[in-house]
């Protein structure tokens, strides 16, 4: 079935540090792949997404490319602040049939330090 | 803009008891989603909607029914509670079952006692 595998957290940066958090998936077919965010005691809140192969997902920031070759979508940014500190999960979609269920990552915790 | 609305947002419940749990999508939204996140865990697809029909199931125990209304807003009802119930219930909703983004709600957390 469809999986979804992230890099193992928790990380901690200073604040002004490059981040990037790994993810992988399997899946048949074509997903559309997400990243959501989940701030302290709050919900998900999309962050950006790519529907299909190379696009590049972008907001606040963050960036990811849809990479079909190594079926990775791996969350960047190039200068992390203290106000990104929250959980970060990495979702597919798969894009055939009636299934349009999320499959999310265990997610990974980032703290920011000033 | 107008968010996914659930309620209530905290619910204590003693074991056995029932409980439902409320979503209203964003309007014009008719496909909604109910997912279930235990402690320090990733979210897990419970049921979904779309045009009042269930569309897909997930791992929802059979103590567990949803149903998605005229209004397109849902209810998931919760029956004979047990304390691995004890979760945040996430509703999320999207313009269509096709459509991909997916948006989510704040929550309802579920204490079993």
């Known amino acids: 079935g469809d999986s979804v595998t992230q890099m193992e957290g928790p990380v901690t940066l200073s604040e002004e540090a490059f981040l990037t958090i790994n993810c992988t998936y399997t899946a048949t077919g074509y997903p559309s792949l997400f990243w959501y965010v989940q701030y302290p005691g709050e919900g998900l809140q999309l962050l950006l997404k790519?529907?299909?192969?190379?696009d590049k997902g972008s907001n606040k920031g963050f960036e990811a490319t849809y990479r079909k070759e190594t079926t990775s979508f791996h969350l960047e940014k190039g200068s992390v602040q203290v106000s990104d500190s929250a959980v970060y999960f990495c979702?597919?979609?798969?894009?055939?049939?009636?299934?349009?269920?999320?499959?999310f990552g265990k997610g990974t915790l980032l703290t920011v330090n000033p | 803009a107008a968010g996914v609305i659930q309620s209530p947002r905290h619910l204590i419940k003693e074991k056995r008891e029932t409980a439902t749990l409320k979503c209203y999508p964003i309007?014009?939204?008719?496909?909604v989603y109910w997912y279930q996140q235990g402690p320090g865990q990733d979210p897990q697809f419970l049921i979904s909607?779309?045009?009042?029909?269930?569309?897909d199931k997930g791992s929802i125990p059979d103590r567990f029914s949803a149903q998605q209304f005229s209004d397109y807003h849902s209810e998931l009802n919760m029956s004979s509670l047990e304390l691995g119930d004890s979760a945040l219930y996430f509703c999320?909703?999207?313009?269509?079952?096709?459509?991909?983004?997916?948006?989510f709600g704040p929550g309802t957390r579920l204490t079993v006692l």
């Open positions: 999320a909703s999207s313009l269509s079952a096709g459509t991909d983004t997916q948006y």
């Open positions: 979702a597919l979609r798969w894009s055939g049939g009636s299934n349009y269920k999320l499959t």
């Open positions: 790519a529907t299909k192969a190379d």
């Open positions: 909607f779309y045009e009042k029909m269930q569309s």
């Open positions: 309007p014009r939204h008719d496909t």
